[in-house]
Antibody
Framework: EIQLLQSGGGFVQPGKSLRLSCVTS????????MNWVRQAPGQGLEWVAG????????LYADSVKGRFIISRDNSEDTLYLQMNSLGAEDTALYYC?????????????WGQGVLVTVSS | SSEVTQDPVVSVALGQTVTITCHGD??????ASWYLQKPGQAPVLVLY???NRPSGIPDRFSGSYSGNTASLTITGAQAEDEAVYYC???????????FGGGTKLTVL
C-alpha cells in the first residue's frame, strides 16, 4: 500500500519559515517524480512545486518561486518543502503528491495534507 | 493562455449521465487529468491520459477530447459521485501544472 505521511505544518508568523516533510512507502520513491499541491481554505487546488526523480529538475509556481524550495532524499524516501518568507496568502492545506509517470503527467497518490497557517 | 476553466456547478439526476468539461488552449496538445474531492478528504485521481482509469475507479467514468476541451463523463451517476471535480494539465513549456477551478457535482 502506498503511503505518504506528511508532517511539519502548523502556525507561523508572517515572514518566518517552515519545512514540510513527506515520508513515503509502498512504491519506488527514487523512480517517482513528486509534487506539492496546496488548497487554501474553501478554495480550489493550486500546484506549488514539482521535482524530478533525481532532484536535478525542480519546477515552481510563480506564486512561490524564489521563496519555496522543493527537495528530496532518495535514501530516506522523503520529500521536503522549505517555505521561506511566508505570507498570509500561503495559508493552506499542503498535499504531498506522487506523480504517475513523468513530472507533471498526472498525480496518482496524495498524502493526507498538512495545514499551514500564517498569521500574526 | 495556460489556464484551464471549468463550470463551477453541475447537477445530475441519480442514474443519469453527466458531462463535466474543462476548457483551455493547452488541452490542444496536453492531456487532462481528472480528480474528485469529497469534503474533508484528499483528491483522488479518476482519469488520466487519453481515457485511462486508475485501478479501483468504476468504468462509469470516461474521458474524451474535442479541440481545446476535455470532458469527463459519468454514465449512470451514483450518490457517491457527488464531489468537486478538478481537471489538471501542463502549460505549453511543461514547466507548470495547472488546475481548473473545480466543478461541484450535485447528484439529485
Amino acid at each position: 500500500e502506498i503511503q505518504l505521511l506528511q508532517s511539519g505544518g502548523g502556525f507561523v508568523q508572517p515572514g518566518k519559515s517552515l519545512r514540510l516533510s513527506c515520508v513515503t512507502s509502498g512504491f519506488d520513491f527514487h523512480a517517482s517524480a513528486m509534487n506539492w499541491v496546496r488548497q487554501a481554505p474553501g478554495q480550489g487546488l493550486e500546484w506549488v512545486a514539482g521535482i524530478s526523480v533525481t532532484g536535478a529538475k525542480t519546477l515552481y509556481a510563480d506564486s512561490v518561486k524564489g521563496r519555496f524550495i522543493i527537495s528530496r532524499d532518495n535514501s530516506e524516501d522523503t520529500l521536503y518543502l522549505q517555505m521561506n518568507s511566508l505570507g498570509a496568502e500561503d495559508t493552506a492545506l499542503y498535499y504531498c503528491v506522487k506523480d504517475g509517470y513523468n513530472l507533471g503527467d498526472f498525480l496518482d497518490h496524495w498524502g493526507q495534507g498538512v495545514l499551514v497557517t500564517v498569521s500574526s | 493562455s495556460s489556464e484551464v476553466t471549468q463550470d463551477p456547478v453541475v447537477s445530475v439526476a441519480l442514474g443519469q449521465t453527466v458531462t463535466i468539461t474543462c476548457h483551455g488552449d493547452i488541452l490542444t496538445f496536453s492531456y487532462a487529468s481528472w480528480y474528485l474531492q469529497k469534503p474533508g478528504q484528499a483528491p483522488v485521481l479518476v482519469l488520466y491520459g487519453y481515457n485511462n482509469r486508475p485501478s479501483g475507479i468504476p468504468d462509469r467514468f470516461s474521458g474524451s477530447y474535442s479541440g481545446n476541451t476535455a470532458s469527463l463523463t459519468i454514465t449512470g451517476a451514483q450518490a457517491e459521485d457527488e464531489a468537486v471535480y478538478y481537471c489538471q494539465s501542463r502549460d505549453f513549456r511543461a514547466t507548470h501544472l495547472v488546475f481548473g477551478g473545480g466543478t461541484k457535482l450535485t447528484v439529485l
